[in-house]
């Protein structure tokens, strides 16, 4: 059985989530299926040592013994794109995930394939998503996100690059906005252009973003104000770095957002609790907020979080969180194998793998 090999636009579609959930529904089809990611991206240090997630949720989820490196052959980290660029290495690398993943068919009915978080990340080594679909021979669903027209030409571009490979397109997380604009007019034309659209899911808040308790401990801050409810979700996140006046019509222009600013920057903090789109306030640099933002941040029910770390290295850290979605555990994994049970032809690309 041919693999199906799950790629996406860019970062932050719900990628794995929807990778493991096909996995997991083609074993509710009695299918022995393993999974296999080519490519670790998702690194703790820049030699190389993988933070990556994914194979780990993957194994706890379906079951699978084998070992992350048998699952994950290649740590795409600094320091091997560095060796890689020094000397040529695409055809050694190339064999070496052919020869995982022969191993890895060998004992499965059916190997799920995750490709990176962008289609172009291996190009160095000649193993973009597109090489591995080639080298694999993988039917390939891209799953791409859709808030107005102008992202069909992403999808358009990337379909593109998956010739005789393309099993179809999964958009994903769709406000209910959208949802009659994409099934009326999206689908249609790229069917037209042979582009089998496979589902159009709708987003669903508990996939969409983190809880503000979840970014505080993804942080590692402390709640100053515990009474609050830490239950909001945060979808994206402002940098207070204006002045009160610019930053008060600039908050209440956000739904579901965190602040970030410095703990010494009252004037912003105050104006980011008459906004009623902020969930959190992260202050950063290791700064306490004065008694009073902490009781106008109580009476208003706004959670503070405190980061020892500076607003550069905070933001980047939430743009990271954010970017990879909500916590990845087994119950979001489930809710996606409810939505594409519910929302996709999975029985389709399952058929159509053999």
Known sequence: MKPIFVTSTGEGTGKTAIAIAVAKLAQENDLDVGYFKPKGTRLQSPVGKTRDEDPLLAKEILGIDDDLSELEPVVYSPAFVEEAIRGDRGAEVQQRVREHFEALAERYDLVVVEGGGRLTTGGIVDLTDPDVAELLDARTVLVAGYSNPADVDEVLAAARQFDGHLAGVVFNAVADGNFDSLNTDVVPFLESRDIPVLGVVPRVQELAGITVGDLADALGADVLNPESDTDGFVERFAVGAMGSDAALRHFRRLRNAAMVTGGDRSEIQAAALEAPGIECIVLTGGLRPSGAILGNAAQAGVPVLLVQSDT????????????????????????????????ADVEALLADSE
Do not use: F, Q
């Not at 743009?319 to 594409?340: C, F, Q």
């Open 312 to 343: 550069k290295v905070t933001v980047d850290r939430i743009e990271d969180i954010l970017s990879t979605g909500r916590t990845r555990d087994a119950a979001t994994v489930d809710r996606m194998v409810e939505l594409l049970s519910d929302h």
